[in-house]
């Protein structure tokens, strides 16, 4: 009985992807017979008819040595846009990121350091907020007024006409996301890979199919540039804050702040399908059965992790940020689809959560001979046992912690929290008598926080 109320259960949530893809495929029937068979698509020409308008990107960097500077400058040489600045956020107890700055900044009088007021790391919306503040300054100094403000991370791989994209339609979208893709990986890296697929399903067809019905559109948290007017919504009403410092997950509830707001939001597949390669993202040679048209989209592309680790601790604080922090502050709203959306995003945390968080802990407690409990109720997506939690929590630190007792478990936690600035910020009494019922008091993972290691490279 239980398998077949699992196996219902499934049935019915599968239902939920047959929706999108129907809509998906329904959308895209529909736009060929009619759209596209009045209007041709969009020549990648039409869009340096448009006046070039002062555009701003920001890059917060935390231990970026060896990144941030090959990052700077390669979209400084470029790009193919003029009238931009780019302003990367440092700390001051991270002198080797702030050289490799300031060395692209001695080369290139567009690029600009901005050190951030605290120590790090911090959040990443803390070290944006920073870099937020730091352009308005430049603004006061220099008279220039910036049309759009761009959000990117330092292992970011740019498309040249990505900021020829968002100036077309900066003055009519509040907020412009691009699709972004990880680079590719070697057939057997199962880790890295399964983010090709992921992002391929989120940015090739879930995204498509959220905007078109609701218009909302969640950032990426890079790829995505807000107009003026956005931004100074957002510094008004978060007085003078734009970016939440309390969020594990900024830019993805920004998106919703935004819409709440009133803002225009447009996920764009802008393809350039020219002979002239001029526009595309580096791809390899062609594919079978790969559109060209589809793989010709103006995107961006990174490494993501390619460890287990550095896998769980980016999608733990992704997960946590979206179905923990969603939950209590984006609440239900008046639109029937919107929130149809919001139980999407937390229907499909939940899920992952388990996959990753319970089989996770499952490996450590097997090494140590642990049983974990069944699955039931509580706060936490997957609801663990005292000590399978502080095995979760230990592991998403790098601290095997399935051999030590409850109280040690914390101690180790609580050091390693403080040593190593973990995404999640529970007290150590809290880990010992209340995990049940986990505190969602939550601090940002800062840039490069979730990063541990070369290899290990994400979204923020």
């Known amino acids: 009985m239980v398998a077949i109320g699992v196996a219902v259960v499934i049935f019915i949530s599968s239902l939920d992807d047959l929706f999108i893809d129907i809509a998906y495929w329904v959308r895209r029937v529909w736009r060929a017979f009619t759209v596209y068979a009045r209007h041709a698509p969009l020549n990648y020409k039409t869009l340096y008819d448009a006046e070039e308008k002062p555009l701003a990107i920001m890059v917060p960097a935390w231990q970026e040595h060896g990144v941030i500077g090959q990052m700077a400058q390669l979209a400084a040489t470029t790009l193919d846009y003029e009238n931009y600045h780019i302003f990367i956020g440092t700390y001051p107890n991270d002198p080797q990121t702030h050289a490799d700055v300031e060395q692209v900044r001695a080369r290139f009088p567009n690029v600009h350091t901005v050190v951030c007021a605290r120590p790090g790391p911090t959040s990443k919306a803390d070290c944006l907020n920073n870099v937020v503040d730091a352009i308005l300054q430049f603004e ?61 399903e989120l940015h090739g067809k879930d995204i498509v199919v959220r905007e078109a019905l609701v218009g909302q559109v969640p950032s990426a948290g890079v790829g995505t540039c807000f107009s003026r007017r956005a ?113 999407r995003d937390r229907k499909q945390g939940n899920h ?6 319970h089989g996770h802990a499952a490996g450590h407690a097997a090494d140590r001979h642990l049983a974990l409990p069944t699955p039931g109720a509580g706060c936490l997506p997957v609801p663990l046992g005292l000590r399978g939690r502080l095995v979760v929590l230990c592991a998403a630190l790098g601290q095997p912690g399935a051999h030590v007792q409850p109280h040690r478990a914390a101690r180790v936690f609580r050091h390693q929290l403080l040593r190593r600035g973990a995404g999640i910020a529970v007290g150590a009494s809290a880990v010992v008598g209340q995990l049940h019922q986990l505190p969602c008091r939550l601090a940002g993972a800062g840039p490069g926080m979730a990063r541990q290691g070369p290899a290990a490279h994400g979204v923020g």
Do not use: C
Request: glycine content about 6%.
């Open 140 to 200: 006061k100094r220099s008279g220039v007024r910036f049309a759009g403000f761009i959000l990117h991370d330092a292992e970011d791989v740019l498309s040249k006409l990505e900021l020829r994209l968002f100036n077309y339609l900066v003055n009519r979208k509040d907020l412009i996301q691009l699709p972004v893709y990880p680079l590719e990986r070697p057939w057997n890296d199962f880790t890295g890979g399964h983010y090709l697929d992921e992002f391929a």
């Open 231 to 343: 931004i100074m919504a957002l510094l008004q009403q978060g007085d003078g804050i734009a970016f939440d410092t309390q969020s594990l997950t900024e830019d993805y509830d920004i998106g919703f702040r935004l819409k709440q707001l009133g803002m225009q939001e447009v996920f764009v597949r802008f393809p350039v399908e020219e002979d002239d390669h001029i526009g595309r993202t580096p791809s390899p040679e062609r594919v079978p059965l790969r559109s060209e048209r589809e793989a010709s989209v103006i995107s961006v592309r990174e490494f993501f992790p390619d460890t287990v680790a550095a896998a769980v601790r980016q999608k733990s604080r992704w997960i946590t940020g979206i179905v923990i922090q969603g939950f209590r502050t984006l609440r239900w709203t008046h639109s029937a689809v919107l929130n149809y959306f919001l139980w």
């Open 352 to 357: 992952h959560q388990f996959r990753q968080l």
